[in-house]
């Protein structure tokens, strides 16, 4: 299989995604040995840079954006041009963004999400109740908003129209990742990676600047918790079609389990990403995890053709 990695260097995607020269050779190093390596950087929206694309069996895609333009922009170029790519769908990954849609696809898998309120209801909470405010199609934890109901801004929350208010939730935080299996044929799920805060606090986002926090591999969970957790995440990622991997944040509290954020290309940097991390610590090698993502994604196309008539082409 000719493989190519396509990724653009952090200064060039939008919000400074964990990809350097490091990963990169990283990953080239961890190739399986039916794949036959190149690397490119992504240069543009260009029909020769298509043409390019197109002479590789598959693309690797650890692009997160180019410019202005963000990983689902460069995905919905991919996907019009017909390129073959580990990535999730144009159309997947819109809808794993979409965090107002996100309440009714956790329904239907059993799990919570955090309630959406407008400012009205909002402001009938306690004076010290704790919110968080975030785009709704935002990413990366990028942008989001903190406050107590006494502190409310006003003016922000109304002059920005796509903030989606929620109750800050106070509780235990993991992420849970999904990968293929050994033969790519469909997916697993990986057990929970409890991440915790090093000082004791409440109010924390893991990988922002509200401090530092630690892995657990092997958190305290009931047994058969920890199973619905692992199968809602399971049928989620199910739900949504999303291809090859994803990496899913939650909160519990109180017995629940709240759905913060789907990740469709969880970040691959051996040192720095929560993902090779927990494949790591269940015996698997990057180079287990690359062979199972290309062999994902060559059965994905194998099994549909990825329809492209209702979009429109970025740079044409």
Not at 6 to 11: A, F, M, Q, T
Not at 19 to 43: E, Y
Not at 82 to 101: F, G, P, R, V
Request: aromatic share 12%; with cysteine; glycine share 4%.
């Amino acid at each position: 299989m000719k493989l190519l990695y396509l990724y653009s260097e952090s200064d060039f995607t939008p919000w400074r995604e964990n990809i350097n020269a490091q990963t990169m050779a990283a990953l080239i190093q961890a190739t399986p040995a039916f794949c036959t390596p190149s690397v490119a950087h992504f240069v543009g929206f260009t029909p020769e840079f298509a043409d390019f694309l197109r002479q590789f069996d598959l693309v690797f895609n650890v692009c997160y954006g180019y410019g202005v333009a963000d990983q689902v922009e460069v995905v919905r170029w991919l996907d019009w041009h017909d390129i073959k790519h580990t990535a999730s769908s144009y159309e997947t990954q819109l809808l794993a963004m979409d965090k107002a849609l996100l309440p009714d696809l956790c329904a239907q898998v059993g799990l919570d999400t955090p309630a959406i309120l407008t400012i009205e209801q909002a402001a009938l909470f306690s004076s010290n109740a704790t919110f968080i405010a975030k785009h709704r199609y935002g990413s990366l934890h990028r942008d989001m908003l903190f406050f107590r109901r006494d502190e409310m801004p006003y003016a922000m929350l109304e002059q920005q129209k796509d903030y989606l208010i929620q109750p800050y939730i106070e509780g235990r935080e993991f992420t849970v990742a999904v990968i293929p299996d050994a033969d790519g044929a469909r997916p697993v799920c990986l057990p929970p990676l409890e991440i915790i805060p090093d000082d004791g606090r409440t109010i924390y986002v893991a990988g922002q600047s509200y401090g530092k926090t630690f892995k657990e591999f092997y958190p305290v969970m009931d047994k058969t918790f920890r199973q619905k957790m692992m199968k809602g995440i399971l049928d989620l990622h199910k739900l949504l079609g999303i291809k090859g991997m994803s990496r899913t944040d939650l909160r519990v509290a109180e017995d629940k389990i709240y759905v913060l954020d789907i990740n469709t290309m969880p970040n691959l940097d051996p040192q720095r990403s929560y993902l090779p991390a927990l494949v790591r610590n269940y015996g698997l090698s990057m180079t287990d995890l690359v062979a199972r993502l290309a062999q994902s994604a060559t059965h994905w196309y194998q099994q549909r053709q990825v329809p492209h008539e209702s979009m429109s082409a970025i740079g044409e």
